[in-house]
Antibody
Framework: QVTLKESGPALVKPTQTLTLTCSFS??????????VSWIRQPPGKALEWLAR???????FYSTSLKTRLTISKDTSKNQVVLTMTNMDPVDTATYYC????????????WGQGMLVTVSS | QTVVTQEPSFSVSPGGTITLTCALN?????????PSWYQQTPGQTPRTLIY???IRSFGVPNRFSGSILGNKAALTITGAQADDESDYYC??????????FGTGTRVTVL
């Protein structure tokens, strides 16, 4: 059974760096073809893809946010970490991690999401 | 910048049929973008409905179907039910590890 769960601070101040952790089970990021992505959704707005990390350590980022994002993995802990620098109130959103299906074309399992509010 | 546009909202009567579309600002949507569709009830996690244009995820009712219509990806709900009232998002795989979600469509069943 595949599960993912996001964790991190619910509140960050403007200009701070956000660090979110995705803890997962039911698969391993050391297995060929496995990938995990982060997606966010501001309140009342659309989903936005942020980043992806692959079993072979390849990293991919949203063009508009790539200067602020870093994605990494700890295979031994079954975790993926996303950092986003220079947080702003417009970054207030529910942040989801999701497993990328083996083909690489879509997301097949999602975490429950966590709301991160950026406010002073 | 890549923009994927969906209808903002749609209403359908119970038992009715609607088709939501997914358009790409830079050109036609074709199967090589591997369109997928996600259903999200407000406050809930997205659920994968359709992938690779027209393949239903496990457990998705067959009243949901995906296709390419003209130059857009499409999601058709045939025989809409009350619990189909949700937001629907398409997503395109742009290649090179990049994904783009659509703007979303809110479907009301009344």
């Amino acid at each position: 059974q595949v599960t993912l769960k996001e964790s991190g601070p619910a509140l960050v101040k403007p200009t701070q760096t956000l660090t979110l952790t995705c803890s997962f089970s039911g698969f391993s990021l050391s297995t060929r073809g496995m990938r995990v992505s982060w997606i966010r959704q501001p309140p009342g707005k659309a989903l936005e893809w942020l980043a992806r990390i692959d079993w072979d350590d390849d990293e991919f980022y949203s063009t508009s946010l790539k200067t602020r994002l870093t994605i990494s993995k700890d295979t031994s802990k079954n975790q993926v970490v996303l950092t986003m620098t220079n947080m702003d109130p417009v970054d207030t959103a529910t942040y989801y991690c999701a497993r990328v299906e083996r083909s690489g074309w879509f997301f097949d399992y999602w975490g429950q999401g966590m709301l991160v509010t950026v406010s002073s | 910048q890549t923009v994927v546009t969906q209808e903002p909202s749609f209403s359908v009567s119970p038992g009715g049929t609607i088709t939501l579309t997914c358009a790409l600002n830079s050109g036609s949507v074709f199967t090589g973008y591997y369109p997928s569709w996600y259903q999200q009830t407000p406050g809930q996690t997205p659920r994968t409905l359709i992938y690779k244009t027209n393949i239903r995820s496990f457990g998705v009712p067959n009243r949901f179907s995906g296709s390419i219509l003209g130059n857009k990806a499409a999601l058709t709900i045939t025989g809409a039910q009350a619990d189909d009232e949700s937001d629907y998002y398409c997503m395109l795989y742009m290649g090179d590890g990049i994904y783009v979600f659509g703007t979303g469509t809110r479907v009301t069943v009344l």
